[in-house]
């Protein structure tokens, strides 16, 4: 056995691994995507990945391996799990034959996400096990047991992490593959064929099921009781918070650090809680544990204190507990840093089309993607971001609802989100014939999670040719009559483009495609040159919110270093300032 340091991501694919999973079906998802873009490495090995267009799917076929014996894994983030919960909820009621995990990763802070939510709340829904590990380590030997538990049970099993777990580095002691004998298939109709006769009977075994795992919970090992004679207090948690709690108060508190979050046990937690004097539940997001504290008779100090809100740190909660700081405050800077908001990158072709609809002045239904970005100044140029695939969905929506703006509104949606949920979104626009001009900004890969490939990109999460989704021939057979596709580093053409589809009075789509400037097969030019004695300084060059562009004593000046010689500045000065 060899030691490791690796991300809690790296460590699950690690898991995945040795505990002889044959099939990942995953979608990209911040925190969760490294899990199996590291599985991609164990090719050859027995383990078999691959991205899904959605989380849904990636379920589906996670569900699929299992029934057929193989034990099956798929990852995502915690908007994910929403996709993915058509499968789960009943997968809880059929069971499985090979074990079946899914990896969910919250995402407290959103550092890269649309809410906050805690995902413990689908496996309490859903009434199946969810793990939490707490290191990287743990992770590992987590991810391993999480198998055998789906199998000794007959369930999926959750492994909730969060992005502190998921991006945070520990020791790992990597093991040897077990192969797993996946017997010969019977066919067992009772089993999956969820028909309400059959459904009905399985409800009955869910609960059964419950009741056996809560008991497990009581003395297994993934829960770990820490008393420390000196300790003042107790604290019950789970995962970074545990973490957290141990970097802030060391040995002047017991611990009761929960590995399986749900079902929680009950004599585990009334016998710590008569060990301590005072009795604190920490857990990020929802109040999961103390809710349970409570229904089992207990008065912990939990979200009363705490909070159900953002991520927790050493710093906060020593503070919360004890009215001090558990490290020294950073050095304040002798002056104020100015903010700097995420942009579009130099060079995104994203950027020139979003000029362009801002400059209509349209209201643009968006989407999530790099593309959301266009939504702050000095862009400005997109109204709505709520989910997956509703820059499609919601601009049917709104022109339905408000049908003076048939000529004056934009759906926006990225290539993958587009093979994500936009098409169904698309076939609806088609079906019931409103007048909505859909954007798909199509760079050719999964831009905002890190380049990973899907369907339409023509390439496997191996870098392997695969059939690409033609998105023409797609819009077409849909029902969409007028699909027009071009390059969009020419805003005079993507202006009018734009104009002519915003003129019918059908539904229509606009394919603007131009691969991600980051991408390594993306042609670079030599970097602009601003002109100091051509440049007015009438900051028109600025509105495109481009990085490498800045005004230095009332001139543009261009930061060689990062830009990538688009020329889109170059169109749209007036004076004719940038040139090679």
């Not at 004599?267 to 604190?280: E, G, P, Q, S, T």
């Not at 229904?295 to 710093?315: A, V, W």
Request: one cysteine or more; proline letters at 6%.
């Amino acid at each position: 056995m060899t030691k490791e340091l690796m991300l809690g991501n790296h460590a699950i694919a690690v898991g995945l691994y040795e505990a002889g999973v044959e099939v990942v079906s995953s979608y990209p998802g911040t925190p969760s995507t490294e899990i199996t873009m590291h599985c991609a490495n164990f090719k050859g090995s027995g383990l078999q990945a691959e991205w899904s267009p959605n989380e849904k799917v990636g379920l589906e076929v996670a569900m699929g391996a299992s029934v057929a014996g193989a034990r099956a894994f798929s990852g995502m983030k915690h908007v994910g799990l929403n996709v993915a919960a058509d499968v789960l909820y009943t997968a809880s009621y059929t069971g499985v034959n090979g074990g079946l995990v899914i990896a969910v990763a919250d995402d407290p802070g959103m550092h890269s996400s649309q809410n906050e939510q805690d995902s413990r709340n689908h496996a309490i829904g859903a009434k199946v096990p969810m793990l939490e590990p707490a290191t990287a380590a743990e992770c590992l030997e987590f991810t391993k047991t999480a198998f055998d538990l789906s199998e000794e049970y007959d369930t999926p099993v959750l492994i909730r992490l969060t992005t502190r777990i998921c991006h945070s580095q520990g020791i790992v002691e990597r093991g040897e593959r077990r192969e797993i004998d996946k017997g010969e298939y019977v066919k067992n109709t009772a089993k999956y064929v969820m028909m309400p006769n059959f459904a009905r009977p399985k409800h009955p075994l869910v609960e059964a099921r419950m009741q056996r795992l809560a008991e497990y919970a009581e003395t297994c090992p993934l829960n770990q009781v820490e008393i420390n004679d000196k300790a003042d207090f107790g604290i019950i948690t789970s995962g970074a918070a545990y973490q957290y709690s141990k970097e802030a108060f060391g040995d002047t508190a017991s611990y009761l650090k929960l590995g399986i979050i749900n079902p929680l046990p009950v004599r585990l937690i009334k016998d710590f809680a008569a060990k301590v004097k005072k009795l604190y539940i920490i857990e990020e997001l929802d109040p999961v544990i103390e809710s349970h504290c409570r229904f089992i008779g207990l008065d912990p100090i939990g979200k009363s204190l705490f909070g159900n809100i953002g991520e927790f740190s050493q710093n906060y909660l020593r503070e919360k507990i004890l009215g001090e700081s558990a490290v020294p405050k950073h050095r304040e800077f002798p002056e104020t840093v100015p903010f700097r908001p995420p942009v579009l990158c130099a060079g995104c072709s994203h950027r020139n089309v979003f000029y362009v609809l801002g400059k209509l002045g349209v209201m643009v239904n968006g989407d999530i993607g790099c593309y959301t970005l266009a939504a702050s100044p000095p862009l400005s140029a997109m109204d709505t971001c709520i989910c997956m695939g509703m820059g499609i969905g919601g601009i049917h929506g709104f022109v339905k609802g408000r049908p003076d703006y048939a000529n004056k509104a934009v759906g926006v949606v990225g290539d993958s989100t587009f093979m994500h949920s936009g098409i169904n979104g698309l076939i609806n626009i088609a079906y019931n014939r409103s007048n909505s001009v859909v954007l798909i900004v199509d760079n050719r890969t999964t831009g905002m999670t890190g380049h990973q490939n899907h369907p339409g990109n023509g390439l496997d999460l191996y870098g392997e040719a695969a059939p690409a989704v033609d998105f023409e021939l797609l819009c077409k057979a849909i029902g969409i009559k007028k699909v027009t596709t071009f390059r969009p580093d020419d805003m005079a053409e993507i202006e009018r483009v734009f104009r002519e589809h915003l003129d019918l009075d059908e539904p229509s789509v606009i394919i603007a495609r131009m691969p991600c400037a980051l991408l390594k097969s993306t042609p670079k030019n030599p970097p602009v040159k601003a002109d100091p004695d051509k440049c007015t300084g009438c900051k028109l060059c600025m509105r495109l919110g481009c990085p490498a562009i800045s005004i230095v004593d009332k001139k543009a000046v261009v930061e060689r270093t990062l830009c990538v010689g688009c020329g889109f500045c170059g169109q749209l000065c007036k004076f004719k300032a940038f040139g090679q």
